[in-house]
């Protein structure tokens, strides 16, 4: 049959089922993403304090005798973060040193300024607002973890390697420039970036 005398309904019916192909491929693909990234958050959240504990000042980095602050940074994942928040906690100490987790919406990590902190953990992926990370982990001394991919290569302290195995993955350069020394072991068995 030649298209071109096609009935509009059929013109229609077809027109409306491209659309809705394109759109689920569209709407799996970011299914796909959403379960990456979860997958990736997980992992992530339990390797985080032993990354932490890597970092040889730890002890300096709590107020007197209190607890190790530690910062989980979103944008608008809420819910997700209290549950990343409660996998944290349920880890009680680093160290030995009791645990305090606190959630902080990237919009209000000024106010954080001056504030005594451990480290802190990327909860979401934050296009170009991880420059005011980067930024304020460097001004306080402190280890950024993300387990997103790209975010080490972009300056995080550190994140996490995937193959057939997790590993911690670290950006020397980041290191260097947050003043941190880590331990020369964790250094040892981590995958590491580096400029050339």
């Keep these: 049959m030649d298209r071109s005398v096609w009935p509009w309904p059929r013109r229609i019916a077809l027109l409306v089922a491209i659309v809705v192909s394109l759109a689920a491929s569209s709407w799996l693909g970011a299914i796909a993403a959403d379960e990456h990234d979860a997958r990736r958050l997980a992992v992530g959240i339990n390797l985080f304090p032993a990354v932490l504990a890597a970092d040889q000042d730890i002890a300096a980095k709590r107020k007197g005798a209190g607890p190790l602050r530690v910062l989980l940074i979103h944008r608008d994942e809420g819910a997700l973060v209290e549950e990343l928040a409660a996998t944290l906690r349920d880890k009680r100490a680093i160290r030995g040193i009791p645990l305090e ?38 001004r306080h001394r402190l280890l950024s973890f993300s387990p997103f991919e790209g975010d080490v290569e972009r300056g995080v302290v550190a994140g996490m390697a995937v193959s057939d195995r997790v590993m911690p993955y670290v950006n020397v350069d980041a290191i260097s420039a947050s003043g941190l020394r880590i331990k020369p072991f964790f250094l040892k068995i981590a995958e590491r970036y580096e400029r050339h």
């Design 101 to 138: 987790v606190e959630i902080v919406a990237v919009d209000d990590l000024a106010a954080f300024e001056g504030t005594q902190a451990a480290g802190l953990f990327v909860a979401q992926r934050l296009g170009e607002d991880i420059t005011s990370i980067l930024n304020f982990s460097r």
